[in-house]
């Protein structure tokens, strides 16, 4: 779900300064890299050792939280700023793409101004908050909270070093101090109308979350901070509040222990492509269906549909079934275009199969039960699966597609005895949460541990399992974690100031009053988190909307796991809709496909998928029927 779509820079400044700033930058992130990675390790094994002492010999560890909360905060920071430093974040580049490469350049120096400036501005507010937090002590642990606070702002200082080495590194003078003119003129003009902006109301909310907003998510900021820098201009022209209280929010929105299931799931994800779990599980799949018309694409469905289940990640899901299956699927003659595009429309429909990282963020943040929702997205994701495998069925009527040779009994039996292990996870995971067993923060590290075993008895029997890869591939979870946990502690700020304001009573006000009930909120719900997707990102769309929109939802009497589950499905949609949904591009990157060739082959997928949610919008059954 979260893909790196910044270019990397063109090249690197000769002088002695920038040669200078690239080794001491990367030697302070090899070593933030390898604290990160250990936090994640010490994080599983403390979570799987807290399941095995509670709920099997009854001993629970009252400590284990506490310190998996502190631990966590500084996860989040440590594996931000390694986001920041490999072009990880999320962000749109779809407009800036559109322009020269010198005009690229320039934009992508802006970025790294305004990241700066973000950064450099709560630095001290960061150290005040974390000073403030000394006095608290908790309460198993009996350790001063501030300790914990400290991660904002080391990391903030981190993201300032890396702005301005990569500035320094990759940037050409004449663009920073252009970009720094850019930034202090529309730093200055917000200042001097200040007080003409105040009078204004709430209709000064559209100069910072509509223009100011707007124009950094266009310029290619990444959208964190780009909500960070709009946030920030809010509280220091308008709101009559200290700007720590961004800290604050930043702190309170990231330091969820149930988000600590992000990361968790991130390197389960990992695990299930070095260990060749997804791959066992495709073999079995396509050793029962591939001699079927199509049937390779209906193998591509269900891999989407059981891996989904297992790491809750689009893009590692993507991963991990794509390659194995797309070049079979090629021989046999089929559109290398119309497979990115099923591939994508596999995407948008499986957000909301446990354990999605997006059911956990909404679950966090809007506090709905994510075991609820984990009950209630199976249905909804089914339906839409049988539905795109009917459009396949009818495409492969008139297509020239070949099929796999019919496999054997004995083979069919062989590939199942390997997959089995694959089959039983996602039970395991769900059985988990459901019963009891593990929380939904952690179920991942029973998932890991399962995984971890799986992978020592292949590497024993068959070899093959790829240990030079773990020490990367951590790190890749770690940064992509970081990057989804910084948004959602920056959109908190965000929508805090958003409440602050009155807005978010005006919104539930209007959205309560829209003509046609329930079937026209239902209607304009599903139409702006379609748009959302598009251009925030999924889970950016979610942490900052969900909690404003869900008090109109409970108003109408809406079941909040049903609106939800709605809502997920349609930001899906958004995600992988062309010409901005970044999971689009994403598809399109791992098939190695032009994206321009691809979006013909989108509109008949999504147009199915946006009926087929409709019918779930309004169809509570599917949704909360098994709740």
């Given at each position: 779900?979260?893909?790196?779509?910044?270019?990397?820079p063109?090249?690197?400044n000769?002088?002695?300064?920038?040669r200078?700033v690239?080794?001491?930058?990367?030697?302070?992130?090899?070593?933030?890299?390898l604290l990160?990675?250990l936090?994640?390790v010490?994080?599983?094994?403390l979570?799987?050792?807290?399941?095995?002492f509670?709920?099997?010999?009854h001993?629970?560890?009252i400590?284990?939280?506490?310190?998996?909360?502190?631990?966590?905060?500084?996860?989040?920071?440590?594996?931000?700023a390694?986001?920041?430093d490999?072009?990880?974040?999320?962000?749109?580049t779809?407009v800036?793409?559109?322009f020269?490469?010198?005009a690229?350049?320039?934009?992508?120096?802006l970025g790294?101004?305004?990241?700066?400036?973000f950064?450099?501005?709560?630095?001290?507010?960061g150290?005040?908050?974390a000073?403030?937090?000394?006095?608290?002590?908790?309460?198993?642990?009996?350790?001063?909270d501030?300790?914990?606070?400290?991660?904002?702002p080391?990391g903030?200082c981190?993201?300032a070093f890396?702005?301005?080495?990569?500035?320094?590194?990759?940037?050409?003078?004449?663009?920073?101090?252009?970009?720094?003119l850019a930034?202090?003129?529309?730093g200055?003009?917000?200042?001097?109308?200040?007080?003409f902006?105040?009078d204004?109301?709430n209709?000064?909310?559209?100069?910072?979350?509509v223009?100011?907003?707007g124009?950094?998510?266009?310029c290619g900021?990444?959208i964190?901070?780009?909500?960070g820098?709009?946030?920030?201009a809010?509280?220091v022209?308008i709101a009559e509040?200290p700007p720590?209280?961004?800290?604050?929010?930043?702190?309170?929105?990231?330091s969820?222990?149930?988000?600590?299931?992000?990361?968790?799931?991130?390197?389960?994800?990992?695990?299930l492509?070095?260990?060749?779990?997804?791959?066992k599980?495709?073999?079995?799949m396509?050793?029962?269906?591939?001699?079927i018309r199509?049937?390779l694409?209906?193998?591509?469905?269900?891999?989407?549909f059981?891996?989904s289940?297992?790491?809750?990640?689009k893009v590692?899901?993507?991963?991990?079934?794509?390659?194995?299956?797309?070049?079979?699927?090629?021989?046999?003659?089929?559109?290398e275009?119309?497979?990115?595009?099923?591939l994508?429309?596999?995407?948008?429909?499986?957000?909301?199969?446990?354990?999605?990282l997006?059911?956990?963020?909404?679950?966090a943040v809007?506090g709905?039960?994510?075991?609820?929702l984990?009950i209630?997205g199976?249905?909804?994701?089914?339906?839409?699966?049988?539905?795109i495998?009917l459009?396949c069925?009818?495409?492969?009527?008139?297509a020239q597609?070949?099929?796999?040779?019919?496999?054997?009994?004995a083979?069919?039996?062989?590939t199942?005895?390997?997959?089995?292990p694959?089959l039983?996870?996602?039970?395991?995971?769900r059985v988990?949460v459901?019963e009891?067993?593990?929380t939904?923060?952690?179920?991942a590290?029973?998932?890991?541990?399962?995984?971890?075993?799986?992978?020592?008895?292949l590497?024993?029997?068959a070899g093959g399992?790829?240990?030079?890869?773990?020490?990367?591939m951590l790190?890749?979870?770690?940064?992509?974690?970081?990057?989804?946990?910084?948004?959602?502690?920056?959109?908190?700020?965000m929508?805090?100031?958003?409440?602050?304001?009155?807005?978010s009573?005006?919104?539930?006000d209007?959205m309560t009053?829209?003509?046609?009930?329930?079937?026209?909120?239902?209607?304009?719900?599903i139409?702006?988190?379609?748009?959302l997707?598009?251009?925030?990102?999924g889970?950016?769309?979610?942490?900052?909307?969900g909690?404003?929109i869900?008090p109109a939802a409970?108003?109408?009497?809406?079941?909040?796991?049903?609106?939800?589950?709605v809502?997920?499905?349609?930001?899906?949609i958004g995600?992988?809709a062309?010409?901005?949904?970044?999971?689009?591009?994403?598809?399109?990157?791992?098939?190695?496909v032009?994206?321009?060739?691809?979006i013909p082959?989108m509109?008949?997928?999504?147009?199915?998928?946006?009926v087929m949610t409709?019918?779930?919008a309004?169809?509570?059954w599917?949704?909360?029927?098994?709740?």
């Open positions: 779900m979260n893909v790196s779509i910044a270019s990397q063109a090249g690197v000769t002088h002695l300064l920038s200078s690239v080794v001491i930058k990367t030697a302070v992130l090899k070593l933030v890299a990160a990675v936090m994640l010490f994080e599983s094994t979570l799987f050792t807290g399941v095995i509670r709920y099997f010999l001993k629970p560890i400590w284990s939280d506490e310190l998996a909360q502190s631990v966590f905060i500084w996860l989040c920071m440590f594996g931000a390694l986001a920041l490999r072009h990880e974040h999320m962000r749109l779809a800036v793409a559109r020269s490469q010198r690229q350049a320039w934009f992508e120096t790294l101004v305004i990241i700066l400036t950064a450099v501005y709560l630095i001290g507010p150290f005040h908050h000073s403030g937090q000394m006095i608290v002590t908790s309460p198993a642990l009996n350790i001063p501030g300790y914990r606070a400290l991660a904002i080391v903030l981190l993201f890396i702005a301005l080495s990569h500035l320094l590194a990759y940037s050409r003078w004449l663009d920073i101090l252009t970009s720094c930034v202090a003129i529309v200055y003009a917000l200042w001097y109308f200040a007080d902006l105040y204004l109301d209709l000064n909310l559209i100069v910072f979350f223009i100011v907003l124009a950094c998510v266009m900021v990444p964190a901070f780009s909500f820098i709009a946030t920030l809010y509280i022209n509040v720590s209280i961004v800290v604050t929010r930043i702190d309170e929105g990231a969820h222990l149930v988000l600590l299931a992000v990361p968790l799931f991130v390197v389960l994800g990992v695990l492509q070095i260990s060749g779990m997804a791959r599980l495709i073999d079995f396509s050793s029962v269906l591939g001699h199509g049937g694409n209906y193998v591509l469905l269900g891999a989407m059981l891996v289940g297992i790491s809750g990640s590692a899901d993507m991963a991990a079934v794509a390659p194995a299956l797309f070049p079979e699927m090629k021989r046999k003659g089929a559109d275009n119309d497979l990115a595009a099923l994508s429309a596999t995407g948008a429909m499986t957000e909301t199969i446990p354990p999605s997006v059911l956990i963020t909404i679950g809007c709905v039960s994510i075991s609820a984990f209630g199976l249905v909804p994701a089914l339906v839409c699966t049988l539905a495998a459009v069925y009818l495409k492969s009527r008139s597609q070949g099929t796999l040779k019919r496999a054997a009994a083979e069919i039996g062989r199942f005895l390997w997959a089995l694959v039983i996870l996602p039970v395991i995971i988990c459901v009891g067993v593990a939904a923060t952690e179920v590290s029973i998932g890991i541990v399962y995984v971890i075993i799986y992978a020592v008895i590497q024993i029997l399992v790829e240990t030079s890869r773990i020490y990367p790190v890749e979870a770690t940064s992509l974690s970081g990057a989804i946990l910084l948004i959602i502690g920056v959109a908190t700020a929508a805090w100031a958003l409440t602050q304001s009155g807005f009573t005006t919104l539930v209007f009053h829209i003509p046609g009930g329930v079937f026209g909120f239902m209607t304009v719900s139409i702006l988190f379609v748009l997707g598009s251009v925030l990102e889970i950016p769309a979610i942490v900052l909307f909690p404003l869900f409970q108003a109408l009497h809406i079941h909040e796991v049903h609106y939800a589950i809502i997920i499905l349609a930001m899906g995600l992988f062309p010409p901005l949904g970044v999971g689009f591009y994403s598809a399109s990157a791992i098939s190695k032009n994206p321009d060739r691809v082959k509109w008949l997928y999504l147009a199915v998928l946006l409709f019918v779930i309004f169809v509570p599917f949704s909360i029927g098994f709740l």
